[in-house]
C-alpha cells in the first residue's frame, strides 16, 4: 500500500547547469549533492558501471517530506544516456508544477533571467482551477515546468 510520495527525480545531461538553474534561478533550495558509483546504485539502476551525480533540492518554507527533498536530480556519468524528446505530447513525459502567488510577477522574474516559456500566463477557463493561471516553460534540459497561480478560494 502506497502511504506517501519520497521525491520526484528527472535525469539530465550536466548537474552543475541544472544546479544553477534550480538553485539560483528557481530558487530552490539545494539540500544534498552526492556521487554514486558503487555496488549498491549498479544494483538499483541496473546499470553495472553506473556513476551518478546526483542533487536534491526543497522548497524553501515548506514543511520538509520525510525524505528531506522534493525532487532529485541525476546525471548519468556512466553510461551516458542520450537526448529524448521530452515534448509534453510524447508517452512518458513528465513534467512538475510549482504554486506561485503572483505567476506575472515570477514570468516576469525567471523571464529577465533567460527561462524560456511556451507561452505567457494563460488564465485558466475551465475545470478546478478555473479563474487562475499557468504557464509551461523550459529548464536547460528541455524538461517541462509549470508555474500556476490557483484561483482565490473562499
Request: glycine fraction near 6%; charged fraction near 20%.
Amino acid at each position: 500500500m502506497l502511504i506517501n510520495t519520497w521525491h520526484f527525480s528527472f535525469t539530465v545531461s550536466d548537474i552543475d547547469q541544472s544546479i544553477h538553474f534550480y538553485r539560483d534561478v528557481l530558487g530552490m533550495e539545494l539540500v544534498h549533492t552526492q556521487e554514486q558509483a558503487n555496488a549498491y546504485t549498479r544494483k538499483f539502476v541496473g546499470y553495472p558501471d553506473a556513476h551518478l551525480k546526483v542533487a536534491q533540492f526543497r522548497i524553501p518554507g515548506l514543511a520538509t517530506p520525510r525524505s528531506g527533498h522534493i525532487l532529485e536530480l541525476v546525471e548519468y556519468v556512466a553510461p551516458r544516456g542520450v537526448k529524448v524528446d521530452t515534448r509534453t505530447l510524447n508517452t512518458g513525459t513528465a513534467h512538475l508544477a510549482f504554486q506561485v502567488d503572483d505567476i506575472h510577477a515570477e514570468h516576469a522574474r525567471i523571464t529577465a533571467l533567460g527561462v524560456r516559456f511556451r507561452s505567457d500566463p494563460v488564465a485558466i477557463e475551465a475545470g478546478i482551477n478555473t479563474g487562475g493561471f499557468t504557464c509551461y516553460f523550459l529548464d536547460p534540459d528541455d524538461i517541462t515546468l509549470e508555474i500556476i497561480q490557483p484561483p482565490a478560494r473562499p
